[in-house]
């Protein structure tokens, strides 16, 4: 997994917009402002949630964005893959983009310490990231059982 400088701008814009939640509209140089994002690179991350049925805009001098979806129904484990793809370290363990491996030795076998190793740190990854909702994460509270 590869967490990029478009996830973490997402999740953070993301805090601004849980915020506002069914209260008022945002403007995309307000959400930049706050959370210090370039307002390019905000843009493209706002069309791509847009198009991805998580924001709603409103275009305008009135016009802003706002969550569809309650924070408590969107975990960060969807936000992380549809900004950065599978959360799997290596492609032979993605549950959602699997890929074979063509150039590995155990990829005709029953058993690959690479994909047991690296499919339970998919597994650890997942288990945290899609139990984390944006309702959890904008409010700072920690998910029990995760240290």
Not at 24 to 49: C, D, G, K, M, W
């Amino acid at each position: 997994m590869r967490f990029s400088k478009k996830s973490e701008y997402a999740l953070r814009a993301l805090i601004e917009l849980t915020a506002h939640y069914k209260k008022s509209l945002l403007q995309r140089h307000e959400i930049a402002a706050r959370q210090n994002v370039p307002i390019e690179f905000l843009e493209q991350i706002l069309l791509t949630l847009k198009n991805a049925g998580l924001l709603a805009s409103k275009r305008g001098v009135t016009g802003g964005y706002s969550l569809i979806k309650p924070p408590d129904e969107i975990t960060l484990g969807q936000v992380i893959r549809l900004l950065d793809g599978p959360l799997a370290p290596i492609a032979c363990v993605s549950k959602t983009a699997y890929q074979k491996c063509d150039d590995c030795p155990y990829a005709e076998k029953a058993e690959c310490p690479m994909h047991n190793a690296m499919g339970e740190v998919r597994d650890a990854i997942a288990q945290i990231l899609d139990h984390y909702t944006l309702a959890d994460f904008a409010s700072g509270r920690r998910k029990r059982g995760h240290a």
